[in-house]
């Protein structure tokens, strides 16, 4: 009899075999954090009851190392012991702990010194389902700072609005600045053109992404308008299924002029009346640029408008400093708490 060929059949039960062995990779996974995050409990404790804790401390870390290794194997040399102590430190509530984070996520978050910023990223890093290389070049790029410094940079003439509103996800809840394209491995110069950086995005546009956050997927680039009379042509169009509402971004290489923000400002009107659904909320509109004028952003319908937006983009790693360095100018010329 002539066997019958069925992909279908085959994809389906590859499917389902692909699928029982992630599911149980990761409940291994997990079962060994849990185990760390004991062991570590176990340390802290026993070192509480210590007379001299730093000096039994590290007695009992060296014994406990020798005597587990003996056992079990590689993984409980000493500097393994003491993360799995810091482990516990950093995440003292047992139930606080992700399932769907692995042990070397949780290694690099236990590095951050800030209580908030590890929480964040240990939530961001499940919702969003980060590999462990994702979250290091988030925590790298200071992904939480600029996302804070964003929320920061509000006029105060909204903060009675900001704390009375509810606690639905907002634009600005999403919108960072800047922006951190190192990925494109691009250089800043005079023969650097807008179209350089468009293309240079779509190619990396996993990476992108990445950068921009959760819930966005790409819908076009040089999305064309047509009116009765012109055509105009949008940069990048996203939708983010968290807001329900399409995003446009236009690059700009330069300084942030008004003609910019005149030009977004339409686009969203048109993008608003021409292509968004009657079930999508309101179209987000961000200028990318190189530089920012902040008397354009103060005095324009940037201003007044929650849907416009105008971040900067850098093509390398920034620092932390360079960040705090940010929020400060901002916090002057904006006059802001």
Same mark, same amino acid.
């Given at each position: 009899?002539?066997?019958?060929?069925?992909?279908?059949?085959?994809?389906?039960?590859?499917?389902?075999?692909?699928?029982?062995?992630?599911?149980?990779?990761?409940?291994?996974?997990?079962?060994?954090?849990?185990?760390?995050?004991?062991?570590?409990?176990?340390?802290?404790?026993?070192?509480?009851?210590?007379?001299?804790?730093?000096?039994?401390?590290?007695?009992?870390?060296?014994?406990?190392?020798?005597?587990?290794?003996?056992?079990? @194997?590689? @993984?409980?040399?000493?500097?393994?012991?003491?993360?799995?102590?810091?482990?516990?430190?950093?995440?003292?509530?047992?139930?606080?702990?992700?399932?769907?984070?692995?042990?070397?996520?949780?290694?690099?978050?236990?590095?951050?010194?800030?209580?908030?910023?590890?929480?964040?990223?240990?939530?961001?890093?499940?919702?969003?389902?980060?590999?462990?290389?994702?979250?290091?070049?988030?925590?790298?790029?200071?992904?939480?700072?600029?996302?804070?410094?964003?929320?920061?940079?509000?006029?105060?003439?909204?903060?009675?609005?900001?704390?009375?509103?509810?606690?639905?996800?907002?634009?600005?809840?999403?919108?960072?600045?800047?922006?951190?394209?190192?990925?494109?491995?691009?250089?800043?110069?005079?023969?650097?053109?807008?179209?350089?950086?468009?293309?240079?995005?779509?190619?990396?546009?996993?990476?992108?992404?990445?950068?921009? @956050?959760?819930?966005?997927?790409?819908?076009?680039?040089?999305?064309?308008?047509?009116?009765?009379?012109?055509?105009?042509?949008?940069?990048?169009?996203?939708?983010?299924?968290?807001?329900?509402?399409?995003?446009?971004?236009?690059?700009?290489?330069?300084?942030?002029?008004?003609?910019?923000?005149?030009?977004?400002?339409?686009?969203?009107?048109?993008?608003?009346?021409?292509?968004?659904?009657?079930?999508?909320?309101?179209?987000? @509109?961000?200028?990318?640029?190189?530089?920012?004028?902040?008397?354009?952003?103060?005095?324009?319908?940037?201003?007044?408008?929650?849907?416009?937006?105008?971040?900067?983009?850098?093509?390398?790693?920034?620092?932390?400093?360079?960040?705090?360095?940010?929020?400060?100018?901002?916090?002057?010329?904006?006059?802001?708490?």
């Amino acid at each position: 009899m002539k066997p019958v060929k069925n992909d279908d059949l085959y994809l389906n039960i590859k499917n389902i075999l692909q699928s029982a062995r992630d599911n149980a990779y990761r409940q291994v996974n997990f079962i060994m954090v849990e185990a760390y995050w004991n062991i570590g409990q176990q340390i802290v404790e026993e070192e509480q009851n210590g007379k001299d804790r730093a000096e039994y401390g590290s007695y009992l870390i060296k014994e406990l190392s020798t005597k587990l290794t003996k056992d079990f @194997g590689k @993984g409980f040399t000493q500097q393994n012991l003491r993360n799995m102590r810091q482990f516990y430190n950093c995440f003292p509530i047992r139930s606080t702990l992700c399932g769907e984070l692995s042990w070397s996520h949780y290694r690099l978050i236990m590095r951050l010194d800030n209580p908030q910023a590890r929480l964040w990223y240990t939530e961001e890093s499940a919702k969003a389902s980060w590999s462990v290389r994702a979250l290091e070049r988030q925590i790298g790029t200071h992904y939480y700072e600029r996302l804070l410094s964003s929320k920061e940079k509000q006029p105060v003439i909204n903060e009675a609005k900001e704390n009375t509103k509810d606690l639905q996800l907002t634009p600005k809840d999403i919108i960072k600045d800047p922006y951190v394209l190192e990925f494109l491995d691009l250089k800043q110069n005079n023969a650097f053109y807008e179209s350089d950086l468009e293309s240079a995005l779509i190619e990396k546009i996993q990476e992108f992404l990445l950068e921009l @956050g959760r819930g966005f997927a790409f819908v076009a680039r040089q999305k064309r308008i047509k009116t009765e009379t012109s055509d105009f042509y949008i940069d990048l169009v996203f939708y983010n299924y968290m807001l329900k509402c399409f995003v446009i971004i236009d690059l700009k290489k330069g300084k942030l002029t008004h003609q910019d923000v005149g030009q977004m400002d339409m686009y969203v009107r048109m993008y608003n009346d021409l292509e968004k659904a009657e079930n999508d909320n309101p179209t987000i @509109g961000i200028i990318l640029c190189a530089d920012k004028d902040n008397t354009v952003v103060k005095y324009s319908v940037l201003n007044d408008n929650e849907n416009l937006f105008v971040s900067k983009y850098q093509l390398y790693l920034p620092s932390e400093e360079e960040l705090k360095a940010e929020i400060e100018r901002d916090v002057l010329e904006f006059g802001l708490k």
